[in-house]
């Protein structure tokens, strides 16, 4: 292995391929988030909540199939670049932000929303205070999977012109660089821990506030 060749890859290429990288799973991971928390919350109202198992079905295509294929998918579709990248990974990363929202808020025993609405709250009231305070740590869960999930599919756009730390990869096998290969995936791994550690810290932070406000 060319060990001068690494540290060039890590002082000269890597710094803007690794800020691709991340800005590619900060906005598929955003975005997924803002879109399944919703629908999770939607689908644990009384009057949609027959259709839950249903969406979970559906979005699990999305996860049944395989990430190349994903990606693969939106190209004749959306053709090459950074928005069928992003579309993919939105879509790759939905279902374990669901199904947690769907499980931390159904995990939320009956009694205490009725205890809730019996001092006077409002269906609104008891969302905001009771039962996503509740079901943070579950939804936090979800939403470090779809993380971590993410970086590692983020690799993949690389294939349709998106750039990030797939680039490395894929000159490491095609070339039969190792140095190429270690970097890229050594440098993916680590920011799935890196980000997976920063959310546990922030779930962390903010779950004792906000249990701290449920109060009936």
Do not use: C
């Not at 779809?146 to 690389?158: E, F, K, N, Q, R």
């Not at 998106?162 to 993916?188: D, H, M, N, Q, W």
């Amino acid at each position: 292995m060319n060990y001068d060749s690494m540290l060039n890859i890590i002082t000269g290429q890597l710094p803007q391929i690794l800020v691709n990288h991340f800005i590619q799973v900060g906005i598929a991971v955003l975005t997924a988030t803002s879109i399944a928390i919703p629908v999770g919350i939607i689908l644990t109202r009384d009057r949609f909540r027959n259709f839950g198992q249903k969406i979970i079905s559906i979005v699990n295509i999305g996860q049944a199939v395989p990430s190349l294929a994903i990606v693969a998918i939106f190209m004749p579709l959306m053709g090459i670049g950074f928005k069928p990248a992003i579309t993919a990974l939105i879509i790759y990363g939905l279902l374990p932000i669901v199904r947690n929202t769907l499980a931390g808020l159904n995990s939320i025993d009956e009694d205490i929303k009725e205890s809730a609405r019996g001092v006077g709250m409002s269906n609104l009231q008891v969302l905001w205070e009771i039962e996503l305070p509740l079901a943070l740590p579950v939804i936090m869960a979800g939403i470090r999977t779809s993380t971590v999930i993410t970086v590692g599919t983020a690799t993949l756009s690389y294939l349709i012109g998106a750039g990030g730390l797939g680039r490395l990869i894929f000159i490491g096998i095609k070339l039969f660089r190792p140095e190429y290969l270690l970097v890229g995936s050594g440098t993916a791994a680590l920011m799935a821990i890196i980000l997976d550690r920063i959310l546990g810290k922030i779930e962390t932070l903010i779950t004792p506030g906000l249990s701290n406000n449920v109060k009936i």
